[in-house]
């Protein structure tokens, strides 16, 4: 199978440039996709751009990943609703730092290797262009009918908020990247989003017209879930590739929770399994979807690609203690941090740290919180074996709770029985 071929049967592959796989089947092409440092951190939207960077470099081809530390100084308007808050030079260079670093874990940077990945940032050719220049040496290959003609242009054009001049040279620009990777790196081929078919197109076009030459494109679908929702998005946010962002533990949830519709291609989309492995697997799926398997292992394959064995490994038992008796050890051996990532979510009440130095009786405890409404509620329940603490069953009402009971000298897990939780916090 060809990269054509994977990309395809993956569902990766949506607008493609004739003549675009006889290239890639006719020798190694060099072939770059830009990323917008828009933060320092990579968000999983990233993703589909990185992994068609890897497979690319798997079937024997050489990446570009550009990292647009001047394009991201104007913003690419494509099917926005409205320009985007423009990033000053220091921002922008500690995003492009933190991208590069993040792109480095995925891709073979190895120069003895004749396909090695190569890191590009597209303001260290730009910072030496005048305006000028510019628009006299490139600007007159493409014509405004040709740049109007675009969809993203003409949406926002025809939109209540316009489009500023700074918005409407960015195809502009992205397409001179293009020109310049092909006239100094051989770059034949530039990938992306649906979205940026426009930019791309205007690339190979500028090429065509200012250097007389032939370069090819293909693009990938944006990702959407299918109840129409944002992709990369929960309830708390952005799910980011960096872990101080966005936790191992919180990261390899999204995954778990997806549903067996968005499973089915995200399994193909987002992992390296082979297709006969991933149609078993969904085979499986059907027949017994309760257990889940699909999920367990899209999340396992991707978080293991962007964070590695040992926080997959720490994000199933963190999952277990939310669901599982026998994990009181595990509470207890969690740091704060850690503690913290698997409680998100969980109810947190305060008691007074005072309190807990000259003990407490579980009743009154669980009362004064809020935990239970009252008094009676709680003796009622505790009485019936229906109230854990640290994830041990409280046998009686008579039990004290001090300072002893705290996890990292500040919290206590309380829980109701089976699926309620509740985070206590000495203060």
Same mark, same amino acid.
């Given at each position: &199978?060809?990269?054509?071929?994977?990309?395809?049967?993956?569902?990766?592959?949506?607008?493609? &440039?004739?003549?675009?796989?006889? *290239?890639?089947?006719?020798?190694?092409?060099?072939?770059?996709?830009?990323?917008?440092?828009?933060?320092?951190?990579?968000?999983?939207?990233?993703?589909?751009?990185?992994?068609?960077?890897?497979?690319?470099?798997?079937?024997?081809?050489?990446?570009?990943?550009?990292?647009?530390?001047?394009?991201?100084? =104007?913003?690419?308007?494509?099917?926005?609703?409205?320009?985007?808050?423009?990033?000053?030079?220091?921002?922008?260079?500690?995003?492009?730092?933190?991208?590069?670093? *993040?792109?480095?874990?995925?891709?073979?940077? $190895?120069?003895?290797?004749?396909?090695? #990945?190569?890191?590009?940032?597209?303001?260290?050719? +730009?910072?030496?262009?005048?305006?000028?220049?510019?628009?006299?040496?490139?600007?007159?290959?493409?014509?405004?009918?040709?740049?109007?003609?675009?969809?993203?242009?003409?949406?926002?054009?025809?939109?209540?908020?316009?489009?500023?001049?700074?918005?409407?040279?960015? *195809?502009?620009?992205?397409?001179?990247?293009?020109?310049?990777?092909?006239?100094?790196?051989?770059?034949?081929?530039?990938?992306?989003?649906?979205?940026?078919?426009?930019?791309?197109?205007?690339?190979?076009?500028?090429?065509?017209?200012?250097?007389?030459?032939?370069?090819? #494109? +293909?693009?990938?679908?944006?990702?959407?879930?299918?109840?129409?929702?944002?992709?990369?998005?929960?309830?708390?946010?952005? =799910?980011?590739?960096?872990?101080?962002?966005?936790?191992?533990?919180?990261?390899?949830? +999204?995954?778990?929770?997806?549903?067996?519709? $968005?499973?089915?291609?995200?399994?193909?989309?987002?992992?390296? &399994?082979?297709?006969?492995?991933?149609?078993?697997?969904?085979?499986?799926?059907?027949?017994?979807?309760? /257990?889940? *398997?699909?999920?367990?292992?899209?999340?396992?394959?991707?978080?293991?690609?962007?964070?590695?064995?040992?926080?997959?490994?720490?994000?199933?038992?963190?999952?277990?203690?939310?669901?599982?008796?026998?994990?009181?050890?595990?509470?207890?051996?969690?740091?704060?941090?850690?503690?913290?990532?698997?409680? $998100?979510?969980?109810?947190? +009440?305060?008691?007074?740290?005072? $309190?807990?130095?000259?003990?407490?009786?579980?009743?009154?405890? /669980?009362?004064?919180?809020?935990?239970?409404?009252?008094?009676?509620?709680?003796?009622?329940? =505790?009485?019936?074996?229906? =109230?854990?603490?640290?994830?041990?069953?409280?046998?009686?009402?008579?039990?004290?709770?001090?300072?002893?009971?705290?996890?990292?000298?500040?919290?206590?897990?309380?829980?109701?029985?089976?699926?309620?939780?509740?985070?206590?916090?000495?203060?």
């Amino acid at each position: &199978m060809n990269l054509i071929e994977e990309l395809r049967w993956r569902g990766m592959l949506q607008d493609m &440039m004739p003549g675009t796989e006889e *290239q890639l089947k006719k020798e190694m092409t060099t072939a770059y996709i830009g990323f917008d440092p828009t933060a320092e951190s990579l968000h999983i939207g990233s993703l589909v751009p990185i992994l068609l960077l890897v497979h690319l470099q798997k079937a024997g081809h050489k990446p570009l990943a550009l990292v647009g530390g001047a394009t991201g100084m =104007v913003g690419d308007p494509s099917f926005k609703a409205e320009e985007r808050k423009m990033l000053d030079l220091d921002t922008l260079q500690k995003n492009v730092a933190g991208i590069r670093a *993040q792109l480095e874990r995925f891709l073979d940077f $190895d120069p003895a290797k004749p396909n090695a #990945a190569e890191m590009v940032n597209n303001f260290d050719w +730009f910072q030496h262009i005048s305006f000028l220049d510019f628009i006299r040496d490139t600007g007159k290959h493409i014509t405004v009918n040709y740049m109007m003609a675009k969809d993203s242009v003409k949406k926002r054009i025809e939109g209540d908020n316009g489009m500023s001049f700074t918005e409407f040279t960015y *195809q502009l620009i992205q397409g001179y990247d293009f020109y310049h990777l092909y006239t100094v790196k051989n770059c034949k081929l530039q990938m992306g989003g649906s979205d940026q078919w426009g930019n791309i197109v205007t690339g190979t076009e500028l090429i065509r017209r200012k250097a007389g030459g032939e370069a090819f #494109a +293909f693009t990938c679908p944006l990702i959407k879930k299918a109840d129409g929702t944002k992709f990369g998005k929960t309830e708390q946010g952005t =799910v980011w590739l960096d872990s101080r962002r966005t936790s191992p533990y919180m990261f390899y949830q +999204f995954w778990l929770n997806t549903t067996d519709v $968005d499973a089915e291609s995200y399994i193909k989309i987002f992992t390296f &399994m082979e297709q006969p492995e991933v149609d078993e697997l969904i085979a499986k799926h059907r027949e017994a979807p309760h /257990l889940r *398997q699909l999920q367990q292992r899209l999340a396992k394959e991707v978080t293991i690609f962007i964070h590695g064995e040992e926080s997959y490994e720490f994000a199933v038992k963190a999952s277990s203690l939310l669901f599982s008796n026998d994990t009181a050890e595990l509470l207890v051996s969690l740091t704060e941090e850690q503690l913290l990532d698997v409680m $998100d979510g969980v109810p947190q +009440f305060e008691v007074a740290k005072a $309190d807990l130095e000259t003990g407490k009786d579980v009743v009154s405890l /669980l009362a004064e919180t809020g935990i239970f409404p009252s008094k009676g509620e709680a003796r009622k329940t =505790v009485q019936g074996g229906g =109230v854990s603490m640290n994830k041990n069953k409280i046998e009686g009402i008579e039990t004290v709770i001090n300072t002893n009971a705290l996890l990292r000298d500040k919290y206590i897990l309380f829980q109701k029985g089976k699926k309620n939780y509740y985070l206590v916090k000495a203060v």
